[in-house]
């Protein structure tokens, strides 16, 4: 059930996505691989991004490659942080080459589920202080050359039609051309 409200979620912003501006709120805005971002509820910083053929044994389809995102999470929060895989997902623009359009139409995809040791758990807790490390394992088209890895905060709002605000956005572009 999880999953599908997530997929309902991403179908949401993957279709608000052209044309819109971000930045409006404090938190909101564009990072580089490295950079330690503060959210409401933790900090994280995206270490490495691998473009890579196969991972423990994984395959992607043909036509597409596997991007592994190495996540270091900490949580700042005074309570625990239930946590998922569908927390983050990956943003590229179907446009090759132009990225300036801001009508350029995006696609997007939740990480692979778990099925490394070297990945971060499809749900699990993150106690207050407590830290994680893990891999989120993506399968995009082989022509995606520039990609950002996002995490958009979702509040619990009584007095919207769906239940949710939504917070601030915090995208961490990187090319994958160069990873």
Excluded: H
């Amino acid at each position: 059930m999880r999953r599908w409200w997530s997929l309902l979620l991403l179908a949401a912003i993957l279709t608000s996505v052209s044309g819109c501006s971000w930045g409006q709120n404090k938190g909101t805005g564009d990072y580089a691989p490295g950079d330690t971002i503060s959210t409401y509820w933790f900090d994280f910083s995206l270490d490495t991004v691998d473009v890579i053929d196969s991972y423990d044994g994984y395959r992607p389809a043909s036509g597409n490659q596997l991007v592994a995102c190495r996540l270091s999470l900490k949580n700042t929060f005074d309570e625990a942080i239930s946590m998922s895989q569908t927390d983050f997902f990956l943003l590229w623009s179907l446009a090759s080459g132009d990225t300036s359009s801001e009508e350029e139409e995006m696609a997007g995809t939740y990480a692979l589920p778990k099925f490394s040791n070297r990945q971060l758990e499809d749900t699990y807790n993150l106690e207050p202080g407590e830290s994680q490390e893990g891999d989120l394992v993506f399968e995009v088209p082989e022509t995606t050359d520039r990609a950002a890895l996002v995490f958009e905060e979702y509040y619990v709002d009584s007095e919207s039609e769906t239940g949710y605000s939504i917070g601030d956005r915090y995208q961490v572009w990187f090319d994958l051309t160069e990873a």
